[in-house]
């Protein structure tokens, strides 16, 4: 049988009445893949005549990147298979594709095809692996840009807190630290409400976490006219077993979001035991508020509550509280709120802890009820934070001899005294790479060198050029400008050291050297340089693409106006948008999206091959390139091999009016700064010129670059 007309009177009639009732796509065809007939599901989700569809083979109405297969499979089943199994996108009039899986049957020199529509599904699945992309997004924005600087500076602050200070100064740096882990508690919540991160079940002492969990939100709730008083019941123990860090987070998240019920009045935390002499026990909190509150007349709650009458009600801050209640559930406990009619709130939870089986049971605090004052002495440092400070100062030496590191950290020594070299490289040679220069322009010629110093000991008094002219210099190159210098100098006066910290010493050795102190004073500042440049790369880099940000871009491209307006050499720049990137995030959704300009950014970052350029991401889809040195010439061509670059990655945009893949938009402009007259303006000329250049870009049909002229 080779077409329809042989089919008898009975089996056409069958095939019509299956053709007429079926909700999935039928088609017949010949071997070719021309279409001999259709049904009715074909006009309407397509939107497709079926006598049109008769003139139609079925590679015309599929995806262009599913063509291939489509042919592949046809040939296999007019061959060899007697069915087969597969998937591609149908056109429909509508301008859009339908997901299709078929199930094509070589039956007598005909193709029998019935398709199942699963755009809905696959439409499902997308918006899941977007939801999961912008998840993961979420948590790694806090995890990384957030959290890690956090924990960087509980290291700094206990670095800080090994230097003589006075005792006021103590106070502030205490109060700072315990802040920052409040805000640490904070971010772990966060990150637990997502990802159901744990903490250890250790032994605590519950009256200190409770009251660590508070004294950070003393100052803010006396600055609110607010007070907030303790009462823990005194058959307590002072030791429970448990998670501390999670109750920290329940206690200081409940109180923080009862603060915010309270224009001025009191919140009240109420702790108290279930019967502690059983292994496992239940303690339970109550947070309450009274006084004037900013709603008025009753009329809503700020939070997700039942009120007298049993009614639910919830608002634009209920999350608070469900991360408060997912927070009490990972303890095993339950979390309720409630609101009466003269505006006070309750909040009540408990928790499951466990005896603490190593101590004998203590009754507490004498004082069972006490207001808490003004936090300002007696921080509780921890023994693993202490531990982990004493790493940080010793973490060059680790380093090394356990071979994690190609190369010890190199030092720069300065001094036109060959003795004074001698003795510090002698001294140092064993921990550090160690370059010694007898004269200021000798330093400043190797301090350009890669790899730059690590380090700087730089002897102030030296003929021609001195250690302060030395460290300024130093200080105006990007490349060096981070180089701690410490000062070499048989002076100690207020004057000098001032002077110095203009020109950007951090610290000064005096002459005779005591050797203990300079390996000491080496080690604290290379410890402060290493997290500094974890704290920088956090905060200079864009999450996604890992390209620079427009902070580091903004901060670049001030740096380098100036040095090409002293050294007289031109300076390009690139600005890069991509043709019709709403559409395409329309089309295939937002996880798409950001890997599409993931792999873009990837491209151009590959394209800048000199140390000096910069590519950035400078918002949304569009993305921004310096390159120092280089006239308007070099920077077309660096254009248009980024342009070429990317239309060869063929990455699909099949609702791009200009064509079937992603495309680019260009503007070039490039500057020549010969004196101070002609660069008042610069920055802002140059990126004006740069975006003017890239809007004729769009202009003119955009896949394309325009270099502004400057004539």
């Not at 006598?51 to 599929?62: A, E, F, S």
């Not at 209920?318 to 409630?338: C, Q, R």
């Not at 410890?527 to 880099?541: F, G, M, P, Q, V």
């Not at 250049?693 to 502004?708: D, H, P, S, T």
Request: proline residues 3%.
């Amino acid at each position: 049988m080779n077409n329809l007309f042989s089919l008898s009177k009975q089996s056409r009639q069958l095939l019509d009445l299956f053709f007429t009732i079926s909700t999935e796509f039928l088609c017949i065809a010949d071997e070719r893949g021309a279409i001999l007939q259709t049904n009715q599901v074909w006009e309407t989700k397509l939107g497709y005549l079926n006598p049109d569809l008769y003139d139609k083979n079925l590679i015309d109405l599929v995806h262009p990147n599913d063509v291939p297969n489509l042919i592949l499979g046809l040939k296999k089943l007019t061959g060899e298979k007697e069915s087969l199994t597969l998937t591609t996108r149908l056109h429909s009039n509508f301008d859009s594709y339908l997901f299709v899986t078929w199930q094509f049957k070589w039956v007598d020199g005909l193709i029998f095809c019935c398709g199942k529509d699963l755009t809905e599904l696959y439409q499902a699945k997308k918006d899941a692996e977007s939801a999961n992309f912008l998840k993961n997004q979420w948590i790694s924005i806090l995890s990384n840009e957030l959290k890690e600087p956090l924990e960087s500076l509980f290291l700094f602050f206990e670095l800080m807190s090994k230097a003589n200070s006075r005792s006021d100064q103590k106070t502030c740096l205490e109060n700072i630290h315990l802040s920052s882990s409040l805000l640490g508690n904070l971010i772990d919540g966060l990150l637990t409400n997502d990802s159901k991160t744990g903490h250890d079940v250790i032994v605590f002492d519950f009256h200190t976490t409770v009251e660590d969990a508070i004294i950070p939100l003393i100052a803010s709730a006396k600055r609110h006219n607010i007070a907030i008083e303790l009462s823990i019941h005194p058959k307590i123990p002072t030791t429970v077993v448990g998670d501390p860090q999670r109750l920290k987070q329940i206690i200081s998240y409940l109180i923080l979001n009862a603060m915010k019920c309270l224009e001025q009045g009191k919140i009240f935390l109420e702790a108290t035991p279930e019967n502690t002499d059983k292994s496992v026990f239940k303690i339970y909190f109550n947070v309450k508020t009274s006084g004037i509150s900013p709603l008025k007349n009753g009329l809503a709650d700020p939070f997700l509550f039942t009120d007298a009458t049993g009614v639910t009600m919830a608002n634009n801050l209920s999350f608070g509280l469900e991360l408060v209640k997912t927070l009490v559930e990972t303890m095993n406990g339950k979390f309720s709120a409630a609101w009466d009619n003269e505006n006070n709130y309750d909040f009540s939870f408990h928790v499951l802890l466990l005896r603490d089986e190593s101590q004998k049971l203590k009754n507490g605090r004498s004082v069972s009820q006490h207001i808490l004052p003004m936090y300002n002495k007696n921080l509780r440092l921890k023994d693993d934070e202490l531990t982990a400070l004493e790493q940080i100062v010793n973490d060059q030496t680790q380093l090394t001899s356990s071979g994690v590191l190609d190369q010890r950290p190199k030092i720069l020594v300065v001094d036109d005294s060959t003795k004074n070299t001698q003795m510090l490289a002698e001294a140092l040679v064993e921990k550090y790479d160690i370059t010694v220069a007898n004269s200021g322009k000798a330093a400043l010629a190797m301090a350009t060198q890669k790899p730059v110093p690590d380090l700087i000991l730089l002897d102030l008094s030296m003929p021609e050029m001195n250690g302060f002219e030395v460290s300024k210099q130093i200080q105006l190159e990007e490349s060096t400008m981070g180089i701690p210098i410490i000062f070499l100098t048989t002076l100690s006066d207020k004057e000098n050291k001032a002077h110095g910290a203009q020109t950007g010493a951090v610290d000064f050795i005096s002459k005779p050297f005591d050797l203990p102190n300079v390996e000491q004073k080496i080690k604290y500042q290379l410890a402060l340089k290493h997290y500094r440049e974890i704290l920088s790369n956090t905060t200079d880099t864009d999450a996604l693409t890992q390209l620079a940000n427009r902070r580091r871009f903004e901060e670049m491209l001030t740096i380098e106006i100036r040095k090409a307006r002293r050294n007289n050499t031109p300076l390009s720049m690139i600005r890069i948008d991509i043709d019709y990137f709403k559409l395409y995030n329309e089309t295939y959704g937002r996880a798409e999206g950001d890997a599409c300009l993931q792999e873009v950014a990837g491209t151009i970052k590959k394209t800048l091959k000199r140390a000096g350029d910069l590519a950035a991401r400078w918002e949304g889809e569009e993305f921004i390139c310096l390159l120092p040195d280089t006239n308007l010439k070099g920077a077309a061509h660096i254009a248009e091999i980024i342009r070429k670059t990317v239309v060869n990655l063929s990455i699909p945009h099949q609702t791009s009016p200009i064509n079937t893949i992603i495309t680019l938009s260009l503007g070039v402009a490039t500057g020549v700064y010969l004196d101070k007259s002609t660069s008042e303006n610069s920055l802002t000329t140059l990126f004006t010129r740069s975006e003017t250049a890239l809007i004729r870009a769009k202009k003119a049909g955009r896949n394309q670059l325009f270099v502004f002229h400057n004539d």
